[in-house]
């Protein structure tokens, strides 16, 4: 791995949120693709957190402190990921939130962004979204895809909600994603399409609207 996004993975597990920002800066100076910077970088970084907050070695605090730590190099990194070609007619249209009492926004954004730099139309509706919210910007905003994301083994039942409703109305297809949820899950629910990535959700994303 360069040694660079060796480097951000690190800054993420120890929370140097003072030198994040000079070695994201590093990255695109280097022209390390941003996309593989902050999924080889970030991403496992703040896994590593993640699993030490789940194995009780480090506690909330610490875990904020790694997600700010992500979230700043991510507002360098994300800005610099290449856009499709202008001026080309759009991919399809997406809806895109965070499911109700789920606040996890990182990997929502992520794919929001590769979609929008892929040229899909994103609407994102941020986090903690109520499912009548999803249902009624369906109606309103007409998208091609909903797509959902659950942080949290105890938010993924609002993903089967949604699912069953928007199906029911036939006014979109489903996409489903986030850290627990599984290909598996996705079948048994009835969504779509589902993807463990953003790239692999950009790719599903221009498979759905094909069909
Ligand atoms: C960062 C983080 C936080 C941050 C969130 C900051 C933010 N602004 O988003 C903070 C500190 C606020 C936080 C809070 C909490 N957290 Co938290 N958090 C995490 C952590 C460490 C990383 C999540 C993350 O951002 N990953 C990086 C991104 C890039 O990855 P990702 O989200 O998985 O997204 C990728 C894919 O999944 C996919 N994807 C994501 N969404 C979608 C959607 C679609 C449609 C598709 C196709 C793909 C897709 O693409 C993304 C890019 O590759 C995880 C651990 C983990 N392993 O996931 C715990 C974790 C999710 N949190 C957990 C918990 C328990 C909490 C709290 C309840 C803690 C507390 N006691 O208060 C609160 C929840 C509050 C709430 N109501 O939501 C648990 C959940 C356990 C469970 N029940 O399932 C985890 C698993 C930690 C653990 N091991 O215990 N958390």
Same mark, same amino acid.
């Given at each position: 791995m360069d040694d660079v996004i060796e480097r951000l993975k690190n800054a993420v597990i120890n929370y140097d949120i003072d030198c994040v920002k000079d070695i994201a800066q590093e990255v695109l100076e280097k022209g390390i693709d941003p996309i593989k910077a902050i999924e080889q970088g970030l991403g496992e970084g703040i896994k590593t957190v993640g699993k030490r907050f789940g194995d009780g070695e480090i506690f909330l605090p610490e875990? @904020?402190?790694? $997600?700010?730590?992500?979230?700043? $190099?991510?507002?360098?990194?994300? +800005?610099?990921? =290449?856009?499709?070609? =202008?001026?080309?007619?759009?991919?399809?249209?997406?809806? /895109?939130?965070?499911?109700?009492?789920?606040?996890?926004? @990182?990997? &929502?954004?992520?794919?929001?962004?590769?979609?929008? $730099?892929?040229?899909? %139309?994103? #609407?994102?509706?941020?986090?903690?979204?109520?499912? %009548? &919210?999803? @249902?009624? !910007?369906? &109606?309103?905003?007409? =998208?091609? /895809? #909903?797509?959902? !994301?659950?942080?949290?083994?105890?938010?993924? +039942?609002?993903?089967?909600?949604?699912? &069953?409703?928007?199906? $029911?109305s036939q006014g979109a297809k489903t996409m489903i994603g986030g850290a627990p949820v599984t290909e598996d899950f996705a079948k048994k629910i009835g969504a779509s399409g589902y993807s463990g990535d953003a790239s692999g959700a950009v790719t599903k994303a221009k498979e759905l609207v094909k069909k």
């Amino acid at each position: 791995m360069d040694d660079v996004i060796e480097r951000l993975k690190n800054a993420v597990i120890n929370y140097d949120i003072d030198c994040v920002k000079d070695i994201a800066q590093e990255v695109l100076e280097k022209g390390i693709d941003p996309i593989k910077a902050i999924e080889q970088g970030l991403g496992e970084g703040i896994k590593t957190v993640g699993k030490r907050f789940g194995d009780g070695e480090i506690f909330l605090p610490e875990l @904020i402190m790694g $997600a700010e730590t992500m979230k700043t $190099a991510m507002a360098v990194l994300e +800005p610099a990921i =290449p856009a499709g070609s =202008p001026g080309r007619t759009t991919a399809g249209k997406v809806l /895109i939130g965070t499911v109700l009492d789920d606040i996890h926004e @990182i990997g &929502k954004n992520l794919v929001a962004t590769l979609l929008s $730099a892929n040229g899909f %139309e994103v #609407v994102d509706l941020g986090v903690n979204v109520p499912n %009548e &919210k999803f @249902i009624q !910007s369906v &109606k309103d905003a007409k =998208p091609n /895809i #909903v797509a959902l !994301s659950a942080l949290m083994t105890t938010t993924m +039942p609002h993903m089967a909600e949604v699912v &069953k409703q928007v199906s $029911a109305s036939q006014g979109a297809k489903t996409m489903i994603g986030g850290a627990p949820v599984t290909e598996d899950f996705a079948k048994k629910i009835g969504a779509s399409g589902y993807s463990g990535d953003a790239s692999g959700a950009v790719t599903k994303a221009k498979e759905l609207v094909k069909k």
